[in-house]
């Protein structure tokens, strides 16, 4: 760990794979401007691989002031003995006093052995991150300007605020399209700080032996009309109506964790805490009761329609729109009506129709 | 020559049965509500090292933290296979964040020795991901995260990982640690006879208060040497649950519990809906079709 350092940086680790940056280290970047301002502290990004130089334009026009760039073969193949030594070194040399990292495969495994080896402490999958104070509820301390991490727990039914104290750096993890990402400037102007890399690849204990990556299956984030369903769809077969529905409408097909946990949709169309945070023009939500975590994940959006045959369930809490009715009968009806309003449209436009 | 395997257990809330019932009025969760299981990817793993044990020989020990209540996935897994089985209880363990978790796990797993310990990826009551990871940190053994499927080749294992979003395929050096994903295997059930034997199984703290339960009106004394002949009688045939506390491990206290947590609650909320605030429309055509113009009309769809 390192002492509490106020005058310490606001890091983000920026993955890449195959020399791309995802999208998440520069979601993490536009909170981290908004976290540093707050602080008057500079935000940095590190990132670490091979023949990756040119990526730090990219960190800088997204809000970095600084990047620190680890940048050789060793470190072509992410792994946590090369990666979480060489950040820890980096944590140990500068005292950042928040590190970020992306909820990935990769930030799941490197930031808990960065937590583990820094003795630090570490909030996964936040959905929120502000700076605040804490009062110690025993001693009545107050710290002021902590960084207060934000997650719904325990099956969605608390939202927990969790803060490091004292062991810092105070870091966490935070999923893909949970924060908004700002729009590059490029006039923006920042450091690059070389860092020398010294590991022998001898003495690492993993090979990479093959590595095989497929794009998702479906763009949630871009989608503009979302529809999504739940356990209450019933069955991977009734999940068919969610499709034809998303298909009439032009939009991506998602899916509640319980859906996804029963096989009725893959996991890339899950929506939530643990999948994809969405903010879609219209989000219309079939047979999805809506634990906190689902709502974490798209909320936001422009327009909810949620259609569930329970009038108490808690996703016509933030819903605009509401159908308290059996989707297998509602859905259908949304389907005809559309058609038929298609049809309707192209009649007076005076298009041939006989649909 | 086979490999000793450790697999780290948890017994958690079965959070999917969360449902109003669950809230406590102050907006607290009553767990007591919840049925306790066995978390799913733990199967998972304890299943990949029982598959390890089939092929090259070597044991299988199950290991968890928790309350005495967390024996019952202990014999769960005795049912299904496993060779030993070590409960860490301790009042002391209590309010530990994942870092304190994973350090008093490393304390036994140093204390029983392996050479790959299997976890699940996450837990469902946390679904934080981080002790399996941090564990291997403090053991100083090589972090393979992901496992689907797996092949020891003498003092290294070729895994093949799930990364979510395709695949990679690694050698690492054992000692290793792996975290297991769902879609690894299938965890086999109980096996009968394992089931009617180890069903029977019993940690010290359960023998107690069996024989605190049998004999009310006996001496502390009687208690206590009723208690030792059965704990004895059991360890003969092999049902008594390892037990240990912090002082057994020689744990430094300073890292577990309260104190050898960093992360502390700030706040809790709990998710009170205003709800209600919503243009409902009925399921009826009209009510379809009202909805559709309306959403029309805004220019939501069209």
């Not at chain 1, 052995?113 to 996964?124: D, E, P, Y």
């Not at chain 1, 809506?290 to 709502?295: D, L, N």
């Amino acid at each position: 760990m390192i002492d509490m350092n106020r005058n310490g940086e606001v890091w983000v680790f920026a993955e890449q794979e195959a020399g791309q940056l995802s999208d998440v280290p520069l979601e993490l970047l536009s909170k981290g401007r908004e976290l540093a301002d707050t602080l008057n502290v500079p935000l940095a990004a590190v990132i670490l691989g091979n023949n990756i130089a040119k990526l730090s334009e990219k960190l800088i026009q997204h809000g970095a002031d600084c990047v620190y760039l680890a940048d050789s073969p060793v470190l072509e193949h992410y792994q946590p003995a090369s990666y979480a030594t060489l950040i820890c070194d980096l944590i140990t040399e500068y005292k950042p006093q928040i590190c970020l990292f992306g909820a990935t495969a990769i930030g799941r495994d490197l930031a808990p052995t960065v937590a583990s080896s820094m003795k630090c402490g570490l909030t996964a999958d936040c959905t929120d991150l502000q700076i605040g104070n804490h009062t110690d509820p025993l001693t009545k301390k107050v710290t002021e300007n902590l960084l207060q991490q934000i997650r719904p727990a325990f099956g969605g039914n608390i939202i927990a605020t969790i803060v490091n104290p004292e062991r810092w750096p105070q870091m966490a993890t935070v999923r893909e399209g949970v924060m908004r990402m700002s729009v590059a400037d490029p006039s923006r102007k920042g450091d690059v700080v070389a860092v020398t890399v010294n590991i022998d690849p001898t003495t690492l204990p993993t090979q990479v032996l093959e590595s095989k990556r497929r794009p998702k299956k479906v763009n949630l984030k871009g989608a503009r009309i979302i529809v999504a369903g739940g356990a209450g769809v019933g069955s991977r077969d009734n999940f068919r109506l969610i499709w034809d529905l998303a298909n009439i409408l032009g939009g991506a097909v998602g899916g509640s964790r319980a859906a996804v946990d029963l096989g009725y949709v893959d996991h890339d169309h899950q929506v939530g805490q643990t999948g994809t945070t969405v903010r879609p023009a219209l989000y219309i939500c079939a047979g999805i009761s809506g634990a906190v975590q689902h709502r974490a994940g798209m909320q936001e959006s422009a327009k909810i329609l949620a259609i569930n045959i329970d009038k108490d369930a808690p996703i016509f809490g933030v819903a605009h729109y509401g159908v308290v009715g059996d989707l297998n009968e509602v859905i259908p009806k949304l389907i005809k009506t559309i058609r038929s309003g298609a049809s309707l449209e192209e009649a007076v436009t005076g298009t041939a129709q006989n649909d | 020559m086979g490999y000793n395997s450790i697999v780290c257990v948890k017994q958690v809330p079965d959070t999917k049965q969360i449902t109003g019932q669950a809230m406590k009025s102050d907006g607290t969760v009553n767990r007591a509500a919840l049925p306790a299981i066995f978390n799913p990817e733990d199967l998972n793993a304890l299943e990949s090292a029982l598959e390890a044990r089939d092929r090259h020989g070597g044991t299988v020990t199950v290991l968890t933290m928790g309350l005495p209540s967390a024996c019952d996935v202990l014999r769960d897994a005795l049912c299904r296979g496993a060779d030993h089985a070590v409960l860490v209880t301790d009042r002391r363990c209590a309010a530990s964040d994942t870092l304190a978790t994973s350090y008093i796990l490393s304390c036994a797993v140093r204390k029983l020795n392996a050479d790959v310990v299997f976890c699940g990826r996450q837990a469902i009551d946390g679904d934080t991901a981080q002790v399996g990871p941090q564990l291997a940190e403090k053991l100083g053994y090589t972090l393979v995260t992901y496992l689907e499927d797996f092949e020891f080749e003498g003092r290294t294992v070729r895994v093949r990982r799930n990364i979510g979003n395709g695949y990679e395929v690694v050698r690492s050096q054992l000692p290793a640690l792996f975290t297991v994903v769902e879609s690894a295997n299938k965890p086999r059930p109980q096996a009968l006879r394992k089931a009617l034997k180890f069903k029977k199984a019993l940690s010290p703290l359960e023998v107690n208060k069996i024989v605190t339960e049998q004999l009310p009106d006996a001496d502390d004394n009687t208690k206590r040497s009723e208690a030792a002949n059965r704990c004895q009688a059991l360890a003969k045939q092999g049902l008594l649950i390892t037990q240990w506390d912090l002082d057994d491990l020689e744990a430094d206290l300073t890292w577990c519990g309260v104190t050898g947590s960093p992360t502390k609650v700030n706040r809790i909320q709990s998710i009170v809906l205003a709800g209600g605030d919503y243009k409902e429309f009925p399921p009826t055509d009209a009510g379809i079709n009202q909805l559709i113009y309306e959403l029309v009309e805004d220019h939501t769809i069209g």
